[in-house]
């Protein structure tokens, strides 16, 4: 498969902290358009590799490019959408659902930060696909939990990243927003965005990811998700027993 037909490809990466080796020798390859779970206990090295991937982790070796380009460029040019787990706005602070989701274009405008037609325009249309137009001078603070999540999934949009990493997407989300996140997530692999997804959430992978990872400080495993879910892999990535691992998928 040709370089840029893969969205994120990773070869022999290692992380540290001090003296401790938080991810190592960790490779994947992840075809572009493709939907991926990611999945591990806490402290398996999710959130490191997703914070490696987007350039805040010093690596210790080892190299990322996204669609055939190096991770600095595909950063640089915006290619790349982060999803956080926790948003980290201060909720008291006055900042609208609008301004959340034109920082998504940041990277195409000058230092005065002046908004042109194609950001608002960009906005608007990625408030509009996760159905939060009515809301867009609503201060982030006042949102629920899962729309909050889908103001952050817009941002991604206005910023047509053609790489998404979602970290723990579903947590604090209710119902109805889970399943517009599930929805969107698949309209846009069908696009083309390689999206990434970690989740400890397993009983929701299958209905959207069909392919899933292992992460175990390294990739233990990276199969249709059918395969990844069985008690005797999952018993090697959380380190249980076949016995416990079964009542987990229960």
Same mark, same amino acid.
């Given at each position: &498969? #040709? ?34 779970? *990611?999945?591990?206990?806490?402290? +398996?090295?999710?959130?490191? =590799?997703?914070?490696?991937? &987007? ?12 669609? %055939? ?6 950063? !640089? ?6 999803? /956080? ?6 909720? +008291? ?5 609008? !301004?959340?989701? &034109? &920082? %998504? ?6 230092? =005065?930060?002046? /908004? ?19 809301? +867009? ?7 629920? %939990? ?22 723990? /997407? ?13 929805? #969107?997530?698949?309209?846009?692999? +069908? ?9 400890? !959430? ?5 209905? =959207? ?5 292992? *992460? ?12 990844? #879910? ?9 380190? =249980?027993?076949? %016995? ?7």
């Amino acid at each position: &498969m #040709l370089e840029q037909n893969y969205g994120i490809k990773v070869k022999d990466l290692n992380v540290s902290y001090g003296a401790v080796r938080a991810l190592h020798d960790v490779n994947l390859r992840l075809p572009a358009g493709r939907i991926c779970g *990611l999945v591990g206990m806490n402290g +398996a090295g999710k959130s490191t =590799l997703f914070s490696a991937l &987007m350039g805040v982790n010093h690596v210790d070796g080892g190299e990322v490019t996204f669609l %055939g380009t190096s991770a600095k460029e595909a950063r !640089d040019s915006g290619l790349i959408g982060y999803v /956080p787990q926790h948003d980290g706005i201060d909720t +008291a602070f006055p900042l609208s659902v609008h !301004d959340v989701v &034109m &920082m %998504g274009r940041y990277g195409y405008q000058n230092w =005065l930060r002046i /908004p042109r037609k194609e950001d608002k325009e960009a906005v608007a249309g990625a408030l509009e696909r996760v159905e939060l137009t009515h809301l +867009a001078h609503r201060q982030i603070g006042a949102l629920s %939990g899962g729309q909050r999540k889908r103001v952050f999934v817009a941002r991604a949009l206005a910023q047509h990243a053609r790489v998404l990493l979602l970290d723990e /997407p579903f947590a604090g989300v209710d119902k109805r927003s889970e399943a517009m996140i599930v929805e #969107l997530l698949h309209e846009l692999a +069908a696009e083309g965005v390689t999206i990434l997804v970690a989740t400890h !959430d397993l009983h929701a992978l299958p209905k =959207l990811c069909a392919e899933s990872i292992l *992460l175990n400080r390294t990739v233990i495993l990276h199969d249709v998700t059918s395969e990844v #879910l069985k008690p005797e892999n999952l018993a090697l990535a959380f380190d =249980l027993s076949v %016995g416990r691992a079964t009542e987990v998928m229960d």
